[in-house]
């Protein structure tokens, strides 16, 4: 049974730090593309950052220089480390499974002063 199961997300102000993990279960992380997505209030779902399995990364414009997807194969679980958060990263990450086409539940983050 697949499954992701997100955590990390929270408040913090602009020019702060988040590490969003994607804890996954019922197959390996590295066996195929995995993403991170946000979807913010009134927006459609976008894509942030994405891994492929030979290790190939991804990003969105706005999000270079400042975000870092990665994975630990060890722990079969996928990081997005989020630096110089800005207010307009709000939003709810998604972590996505592109071999199963399966989404996580979801985990907030709000950047606010």
């Known amino acids: 049974q697949v499954q992701l199961v997100e955590s990390g997300g929270g408040e913090v102000q602009p020019g702060g730090s988040l590490r969003l993990s994607c804890a996954a279960s019922g197959f390996t992380v590295s066996s195929g593309y995995m993403g991170w997505y946000r979807q913010a209030p009134g927006k459609q779902r976008e894509l942030v950052a994405t891994i492929s399995s030979s290790g190939r990364l991804n990003y969105v414009d706005s999000v270079k220089g400042r975000f870092t997807i990665s994975r630990d194969n060890a722990k079969n679980t996928v990081f997005l480390q989020m630096n110089r958060l800005k207010p307009e990263d709000t939003a709810v990450y998604y972590c996505?499974?592109?071999?199963?086409?399966?989404w996580g539940q979801g985990t907030q983050v709000t950047v606010s002063s």
């Open positions: 996505y499974a592109g071999l199963f086409d399966f």
